[in-house]
């Protein structure tokens, strides 16, 4: 009669398993709460301490830590000393593991808890025994995902599990112990001196994508355990996403969830905003965003902060669309989406500030920095120019500093009634990037004349405030921080621009 050990802590669909293993002829042995569950269940089992002869002890911190259990997995059952050797010790072969372990990840992602239950909830038994088991998977069958239960069981029914199967399971099991061990050390990696020495990743393949970048390179969407992430993407219709429409989407939605008081649209084309706007509605945000630049918007990726609605998606079909992400549709919505039966609508949440890290690959090595939460209180910004903002100058400004946060350095913003006018992305040089937000607000039909600028780092010489100034921009709203911070300023006072500082760069590589 074949042997099958079964301890798990998620036990979805544990007892059919196990019923349907004892049909098929198996002894079934377990532990402590699965066992108690298996008898609930109606399923005949004996409890691992009838095979070690031993009890549980330590709180249950020792159960399966026993020759007659390691011996029972590791034996193999080609070499005839292995064979020999159990038989010596009275140890009968283990020939199917089915074990998942404690919740440490779900325990820890709790809030406040506490050290010591952490500490309790690092399996050392489960680990253990999957090794072994995997070890030596060509002797025995070891299952770490409940997902795989029926298909086990579909393989026994027919005869046997091949070696190609016993592998893939094998290899599941050591990709799963070592996220697990990653992270256990992440907790356990002080964090307050700064950098943690080592990082751990852990990834699953959530999406393969038909290609990357270029269609002759290959691609697939990893996510990891962040909450209010990219693992939360929900698609809801359209074709499948590609890996450009993915890099778009996160950052319109990032974009878009920099307001949080307000509907906001952003329209990304190339990562990067070509409109931006808050409104009162999500419609009326949408029509101000694609009034900075509807030539561009064509074939981009929007993003609301809001549920999109039947009369946002009647504007939305208007125009030729690769993705509409947001926290929500409404039903109706979707109904009119489905009319462009290409145009892929994504729910993802809205992305919120917090604690991390941002990583970026390069060759042979990553890049890691604190993750990058724009500050928008304006407590410390300062007004060092002769003449001050007003209100409606004010109320531009933050939105504007707020919106030059997304785009692509070196980065200049024109805008004007909480929208963007002009968006100059990407320069080499400040004033390059001026005098394409200007140029691209004029090619639109938007009059620069009373405007406000944003520029995500300060203006190294007075000639982006000259360009300014000649489209008659009156405010501005930068970093500072300059070595020619006086000359800059003196630029602005000379041409009568109000121009606010605020102490902080903003960014984005």
Same mark, same amino acid.
């Given at each position: $009669?074949?042997?099958?050990?079964?301890?798990?802590?998620?036990? +979805?669909?544990?007892?059919?398993?196990?019923?349907?293993?004892?049909?098929?002829?198996?002894?079934?042995?377990?532990?402590?709460?699965? *066992?108690?569950?298996?008898?609930? @269940?109606?399923?005949?089992?004996?409890?691992?301490?009838?095979?070690?002869?031993?009890?549980?002890?330590?709180?249950? %911190?020792?159960?399966?830590?026993?020759?007659?259990? !390691?011996?029972?997995?590791?034996?193999?059952?080609?070499?005839?000393?292995?064979?020999?050797?159990?038989?010596?010790?009275?140890?009968?072969?283990?020939?199917?593991?089915?074990?998942?372990? *404690?919740?440490?990840?779900?325990?820890?992602?709790?809030? !406040?808890?506490?050290?010591?239950?952490?500490?309790?909830?690092?399996?050392? @038994?489960?680990?253990?025994?999957?090794?072994?088991?995997?070890?030596?998977?060509?002797?025995?069958?070891?299952?770490?995902?409940?997902?795989? *239960?029926?298909?086990?069981?579909? $393989?026994?029914? +027919?005869?046997?599990?091949?070696?190609?199967?016993? +592998?893939?399971?094998?290899?599941?099991?050591?990709?799963?112990?070592?996220?697990?061990?990653?992270?256990?050390?992440?907790?356990?990696?002080?964090?307050?001196?700064?950098?943690?020495?080592?990082?751990?990743?852990?990834?699953?393949?959530?999406?393969?994508?038909?290609?990357?970048?270029?269609?002759?390179?290959?691609?697939?969407? *990893?996510?990891?355990?962040?909450? +209010?992430?990219?693992?939360?993407?929900?698609?809801? /219709?359209?074709?499948?996403?590609?890996?450009?429409?993915?890099?778009?989407?996160?950052?319109?939605?990032?974009?878009?969830?920099?307001?949080?008081?307000?509907?906001?649209?952003?329209?990304?084309?190339?990562?990067?905003?070509?409109?931006? #706007?808050?409104?009162?509605?999500?419609?009326?945000?949408? %029509? =101000? #965003?694609?009034?900075?630049?509807? /030539?561009?918007?064509?074939?981009?990726?929007?993003?609301?902060?809001?549920?999109?609605?039947?009369?946002?998606?009647?504007?939305?079909?208007?125009?030729?669309?690769?993705?509409?992400?947001?926290?929500?549709?409404?039903?109706?919505?979707?109904?009119?989406?489905?009319?462009k039966k290409n145009l892929r609508a994504v729910e993802l949440p809205v992305f919120r500030g917090g604690?991390?890290?941002?990583?970026?690959?390069?060759?042979?090595?990553?890049l890691v920095q604190d993750r990058f939460v724009p500050d928008m209180s304006d407590a410390e910004w300062?007004?060092?120019?002769?003449? =001050?903002?007003?209100?409606?100058?004010?109320?531009?400004?933050?939105?504007?500093?707020?919106?030059?946060?997304?785009?692509?350095?070196?980065?200049?913003?024109?805008?004007?009634?909480? $929208?963007?006018?002009?968006?100059?992305?990407? /320069?080499?040089?400040?004033?390059?990037?001026?005098?394409?937000?200007?140029?691209?607000?004029?090619?639109?039909?938007?009059?620069?004349?009373?405007?406000?600028?944003?520029?995500?780092?300060?203006?190294?010489?007075?000639?982006?405030?000259?360009?300014?100034?000649?489209?008659?921009?009156?405010?501005?709203?930068?970093?500072?921080?300059?070595?020619?911070?006086?000359?800059?300023?003196?630029?602005?006072?000379?041409?009568?621009?109000? $121009?606010?500082?605020? @102490? =902080?760069? /903003?960014? %984005? !590589?």
């Amino acid at each position: $009669m074949p042997r099958a050990l079964i301890s798990v802590s998620d036990k +979805r669909g544990i007892v059919s398993f196990a019923q349907g293993l004892v049909d098929l002829g198996w002894e079934i042995i377990s532990t402590g709460g699965t *066992y108690a569950a298996l008898r609930q @269940g109606g399923v005949p089992a004996s409890a691992v301490e009838s095979v070690t002869g031993f009890p549980e002890i330590l709180d249950g %911190r020792v159960k399966t830590l026993h020759p007659a259990v !390691h011996g029972g997995l590791l034996a193999r059952r080609d070499l005839p000393e292995h064979m020999a050797s159990i038989a010596e010790h009275r140890i009968t072969p283990i020939d199917l593991l089915a074990v998942n372990l *404690y919740p440490f990840r779900e325990t820890v992602a709790k809030p !406040h808890v506490s050290f010591e239950d952490a500490i309790e909830n690092i399996d050392i @038994g489960g680990p253990s025994m999957l090794r072994s088991a995997a070890k030596n998977h060509e002797s025995v069958i070891v299952v770490v995902d409940p997902t795989d *239960y029926g298909p086990v069981l579909d $393989m026994l029914r +027919r005869g046997t599990v091949d070696a190609a199967c016993r +592998r893939s399971f094998a290899a599941k099991v050591f990709s799963h112990t070592a996220d697990y061990d990653g992270a256990i050390a992440r907790y356990l990696t002080p964090h307050e001196d700064g950098l943690p020495g080592r990082i751990q990743f852990s990834f699953e393949r959530l999406l393969e994508l038909r290609y990357g970048e270029n269609p002759s390179q290959r691609a697939g969407l *990893y996510v990891d355990e962040e909450p +209010r992430g990219l693992r939360d993407l929900k698609q809801r /219709q359209g074709k499948e996403l590609s890996f450009n429409n993915i890099l778009d989407l996160d950052a319109a939605m990032w974009t878009a969830s920099l307001w949080s008081n307000c509907p906001a649209c952003a329209i990304i084309k190339h990562n990067t905003p070509c409109g931006l #706007a808050v409104a009162g509605s999500a419609l009326e945000a949408w %029509r =101000k #965003a694609l009034a900075c630049d509807p /030539q561009s918007a064509f074939g981009g990726v929007v993003a609301f902060n809001t549920v999109v609605d039947r009369k946002t998606a009647e504007g939305l079909v208007e125009l030729f669309l690769e993705v509409v992400v947001a926290p929500s549709f409404h039903d109706e919505a979707l109904t009119v989406l489905a009319t462009k039966k290409n145009l892929r609508a994504v729910e993802l949440p809205v992305f919120r500030g917090g604690a991390g890290f941002d990583f970026k690959r390069v060759r042979g090595g990553l890049l890691v920095q604190d993750r990058f939460v724009p500050d928008m209180s304006d407590a410390e910004w300062t007004v060092p120019t002769i003449r =001050k903002p007003t209100d409606a100058e004010w109320s531009d400004l933050r939105f504007a500093w707020a919106a030059v946060a997304s785009v692509k350095s070196n980065a200049v913003l024109l805008a004007r009634e909480e $929208m963007t006018i002009g968006i100059g992305a990407g /320069q080499m040089s400040r004033v390059d990037s001026s005098f394409l937000a200007v140029h691209k607000a004029r090619q639109q039909g938007h009059d620069p004349r009373g405007s406000v600028l944003a520029s995500d780092a300060f203006f190294p010489f007075a000639d982006g405030v000259e360009e300014a100034a000649a489209a008659g921009i009156t405010a501005i709203i930068q970093p500072g921080g300059s070595v020619r911070d006086a000359e800059v300023i003196a630029a602005a006072d000379k041409h009568h621009i109000a $121009m606010v500082i605020t @102490g =902080k760069r /903003q960014f %984005r !590589h």
